[in-house]
């Protein structure tokens, strides 16, 4: 059903999420992220094509590799992270992304602050 939307109306559809999203390929280098580069992690365009593991500091980068290997390997399809910053929960989500017969395509990461979230009580349902 995708095929029924233009790239426009896609683009603003991934732009609108309360998220970030971003994409990496099978040969770990970043081909889309969402948004304007401004977020909790900005993006710079230049970001495009580079590999991941050079866009995380070398303390980080170990766990890049593990995380894209067991992606890779399938030995993992899914993974989850969340921390402090600037007074925020942020909550990182990573997932493999898969063709039908099951090849692996890459990974899409995506972010989101969830600080708002964590406070809800009770119900709010739409009138």
Excluded at 7 to 16: A, C, M, R
Excluded at 90 to 97: D, E, T
Aim: hydrophobic share 35%; aromatic share 8%; charged share 30%.
């Amino acid at each position: 059903m995708i095929e029924n939307l233009s790239w426009s109306v896609l683009k603003s559809i991934l732009n609108t999420l309360p998220l970030e999203i971003t994409f990496i390929d099978e040969d770990d280098s970043v081909r889309y992220f969402s948004g304007s580069g401004r977020g909790i992690f900005p993006r710079d365009p230049s970001l495009i094509g580079m590999k991941v593991q050079d866009c995380h500091p070398a303390s980080s980068r170990p766990a890049v590799n593990r995380l894209l290997d067991s992606f890779k390997n399938d030995r993992a399809s899914f993974a989850e992270s969340w921390m402090n910053k600037d007074g925020k929960k942020i909550y990182v989500r990573y997932a493999a992304v898969r063709s039908d017969d099951g090849r692996y395509l890459g990974c899409v990461e995506t972010v989101q602050d969830i600080t708002d979230i964590q406070k809800l009580q009770g119900e709010k349902r739409l009138d």
